[in-house]
């Protein structure tokens, strides 16, 4: 069987910390999210370390450690992805940087704000047309190129002899702190000599535009400033699609992470009004993802929402989390994702998976990355369909526009209540099951295969460090929603004293039967929070139906379990404390290209 294709949803800054003011729970706990939770439910869960533990990371950092590239190796400042996202040429030897338009009192030399105004989408280009071919008339031999980005960024480019990006940046990155002068980071005399083009730049680049008169006429603050952040040159990589064998594509109206997918080798498709912030048009870029995986040839298509971290930096509570959520509108996309994958898997055009996940932690409450592990699923889809009702219930999913929370359509509401609520009331059956117990549920469930009772907790496998898998292939133990006689177990020994023979696991004496195993292998260094000795955990509410019809397999597939319940990890909610609890425990980002090739089966597990 052909690996199947996966859709990665990656939602900027979704993780939190709980807030008082929303019964101390965070924004994901607080929000109405059930096609977030399904897949939670349907698959295995996590909480990841973008790059590492106890790291407030970027996103570009993160997500160059998501796609398997490792920051500490291949980083080289944030501006070449920004700029090449704007649509800067860049060449070997060409320096760029990620830059915002921002308020300077000229007097002071203080940056009273580095963001002088998020909608700056008409007043941006306007601006940087003007600054773009600027002259540094001390270093003629020097050209400067500037492109309007998103928001209140642009990038600029510098190209001429003799040029590193080895220097520091002119962002204070606070409010009401002094403009920063460049500096070299190094002894080279290409870094001093840059230092000295970019201060020149710098100078050069403030703005006296007549639309900051017009601005404070207005009342508002003047972008008279351009901050020259995170110099960078273009990255020299090994393509995506060499490093995992997979045709890949993103959907990232953000220029930085755009130009981040560029300098990898991802194709970077548009999707009409997707914007990259609070007013993108959220179900343009289901649709894109959705007809390049299912015809479009692409194995690996990657959807970045920036919307969410949006509301963390501006400390926006009532829209990260209120009554009307910027996570419940992305919720409504995943919706919208996950019916138009599961119509085209039921007309015999591929298999589907999906990632859930963040890139890092945007506090709303702090207003800035924070170091908080986010969480992260990964299931099948016509699990998560299943953990829904089944197929009628996602083609209940309205495919049309998804209004914002300051538009809010009652009928579109209405509509993910209902398949909320069809939802609940289909896992009453097998909610009852769950709470009598591991044993009690497989036996409810027929008695299938042994190797699923290890999904209610945990167990160490061998000596030393603990690994969070058996291996088992999910196509030959039930787990892609196929229907297969149980196998029988054996008592071939393994080094665990748990026993095996083919793809049946049976427990030694002593080691409870619901041991949470599940069919992915992380590498040894992985960063886990089970360590020694496994300890049993609570057995979960599994809220899953007994049996589900999801109105037919695809042609020439096997037919779906009834026992679709046994298929995840016990987790019932995406969310930061929910995803503790799951199978893969806490590891790095470096290992979710690892983890995302052995679920789609790229790769074995080792």
Known sequence: MSPERLAFVLIDGIGDVTIPALGSRTPLQAATVPYLNAVAAAGFNGLMDPVEPGLACGSDTSHLSIFGYDPRHYYRGRGAFESMGAGLAMAPGDIAFKCNFATL??????????????????????????????????????????????????????????????????????????????????????????????????????????????????????????????????????????????????????????????????????????????????????????????????????????????????????????????????????????????????????????????????????????????????????????????????????????????????????????????????????????????????EAHGGILPALAALQQQVALGTGQEKLAVGLDQRRNGCDGSSREPAQPSVASSASGASREGEALVMPPGVVPGARRHPLSLPDGAVSDRQGQAQPLEQPQRGKTESQSLGGAPPGAEPLSPALGLCGDGVQRFSEIDAAGGALGRFPGSQVMTLVKQFVGLEQPV
């Open 105 to 442: 009192d000229p007097v002071s030399g203080l940056v009273l704000r580095r963001r002088a105004d998020r909608r700056f989408e008409t007043l941006g280009p306007l601006l940087c047309a003007a600054l773009d071919g600027l002259a540094l008339p001390r270093f003629p031999q020097h050209a400067v190129s500037v492109k309007y980005a998103t928001e209140h960024r642009c990038g600029v480019v510098v190209r001429g002899p003799g040029l590193s990006d080895a220097i520091s940046g002119t962002d204070p990155l606070r409010d009401n702190l002094p403009l920063q002068v460049v500096r070299p980071l190094d002894d080279s005399p290409e870094a001093a000599h840059t230092a000295e083009v970019v201060n020149q730049l710098s100078a050069a680049i403030r703005q006296g535009h007549p639309v900051n008169k017009q601005r404070v006429a207005e009342g508002k603050p003047p972008a008279n400033i351009v901050l020259l952040r995170g110099c960078g040159s273009r990255l020299a990589v090994q393509p995506f699609l060499e490093r995992h064998g997979l045709r890949a594509c993103m959907v990232a109206p953000t220029k930085i992470i755009a130009g981040l997918g560029m300098s990898l080798g991802l194709d970077v498709l548009e999707a009409e009004g997707a914007t990259g912030d609070y007013r993108t048009l959220f179900h343009k870029k289901a649709e894109v993802i959705a007809k390049a995986l299912t015809t479009g040839g692409y194995d690996f298509g990657f959807l970045h929402i920036k919307a969410v971290d949006d509301t963390g930096h501006d400390r926006l509570v009532d829209l990260k989390a209120s009554a009307v959520r910027y996570e419940e509108v992305v919720d409504r996309m995943v919706g919208q994702l996950l019916r138009l994958l599961w119509q085209a898997e039921r007309a015999g055009r591929g298999r589907y998976s999906l990632v859930v996940t963040g890139d890092h932690s945007t506090p709303v409450e702090f207003g800035d990355h924070s170091h908080e592990p986010v969480p992260f699923a990964i299931a099948r889809v016509r699990d998560v369909v299943a953990a829904l009702g089944g197929t009628t219930a996602i083609e209940a999913v309205p495919l049309e526009p998804i209004p914002h929370p300051h538009q809010q359509e009652p009928s579109s509401a209405a509509a993910t209540a209902g398949v909320a609520a069809g939802a609940l009331a289909a896992s009453g059956s097998a909610a009852q099951h769950a709470s009598a117990g591991p044993a009690e549920a497989l």
